[in-house]
């Protein structure tokens, strides 16, 4: 495999830098009308696996486009990997390095057959065959689709196009993926199917950045980054995020359901942890009561 592990490797080093990010809708005669990210600052470290949350119009997906430089600053930098998204010679580095996987993987797959579609990529760069080959199989085989590859996309379940999507992207040897909601039109089995295969990629050493609204899919990530009204609100841990529930909730946000329950036990006079995430660490904390 061609990527570099580098979770955990010693000092941090970020891969993604914003600083001061606003980006502003325009109306037809090219004046603001809109702001919809204001004064964003944060880094996401290589080989980390961070999530980007935030009820509908908190301005995670228009934050999300600006990593793969899609969307370009109404003020403030977005770099990636050091590269300055604004430089438009380097726009095509940035979106080789930072691949972005859509809320609908139908709107990215392009072909009758799974693995051309994984290659047209690669091929627009006019990447050599025996290197398409290679890379082809070797994406396929990193979201457990390969024996899928003589396939139609259109034969295949929501989480199977995801991973196809997914494919495609990484045939492009990106350091970086930002997903944007990509589970949110998946069953549970498409879901899990999806964020199983990207905690695989994130220990191949990608760099992970998931936009959801999905609580669930994130109790395990590195880094919490929490959106409400183009701002970002929070960031840190997801125990640290998490323990927040009266924050959250006026920000028209949810919690993994078992932190929900803590919540309400505790409300209710039982005397149990803030920072419960998980069914073992709740069954952990009853257990301490009982003595």
């Known amino acids: 495999m061609y990527f ?8 941090d080093m970020s891969i993604i830098n914003v600083k001061n990010l606003i980006y502003d809708y325009k109306n037809h005669e090219g004046h603001s009308r809109q702001r919809a990210v204001n004064n964003v600052t ?76 994984v290659a047209f990529g690669p091929e627009n760069l006019a990447v050599p065959t025996d290197e398409i080959r290679k890379r082809v199989d070797d994406s396929l085989t990193l979201v457990e689709m390969r024996k899928f590859a003589k396939r139609s996309p259109l034969n295949l379940s929501g989480g199977q196009k995801q991973r196809v999507a997914i494919a495609g992207i990484l045939a ?41 609204h999905n609580m669930e899919e994130i109790v395990d990530v590195d880094k919490v980054f929490v959106m409400n009204k183009g701002e970002l609100e929070m960031q840190g841990t997801p125990r640290e995020i998490f323990k927040e529930v009266d924050k959250l909730k006026s920000f028209g946000l949810e ?8 919540y309400e036990l505790r409300k209710n006079g039982v005397q149990i942890s803030d920072s419960i995430l998980t069914a073992k660490d709740l069954v952990s904390e009853l257990e301490t009561l009982k003595g």
């Open 42 to 117: 944060l880094d996401v470290n290589e080989g980390d696996f961070v999530a980007v949350i935030g009820h509908n119009g908190s301005g995670k997906s228009t934050f999300a486009r600006h990593l793969n430089a899609m969307f370009m600053p109404t003020a403030g930098t977005v770099y990636v990997d050091d590269i300055d998204t604004k430089n438009s010679e380097t726009i095509l580095t940035v979106r080789r390095t930072a691949g972005l996987v859509f809320q609908n993987p139908e709107d990215q797959i392009v072909s009758t057959v799974v693995e051309e579609d």
């Open 172 to 212: 492009m040897q990106p350091k970086c993926l930002v997903l944007d909601e990509p589970t949110s039109m998946l069953d549970p089995v498409g879901r899990e199917e999806v964020i199983n295969t990207l905690k695989s990629l994130n220990k191949e050493g990608i760099t992970i950045i998931l936009i959801t």
């Open 255 to 262: 919690v993994p359901q078992v932190t929900e329950l803590a």
């Open 4 to 11: 570099h592990k580098t979770k955990n490797a010693g000092k």
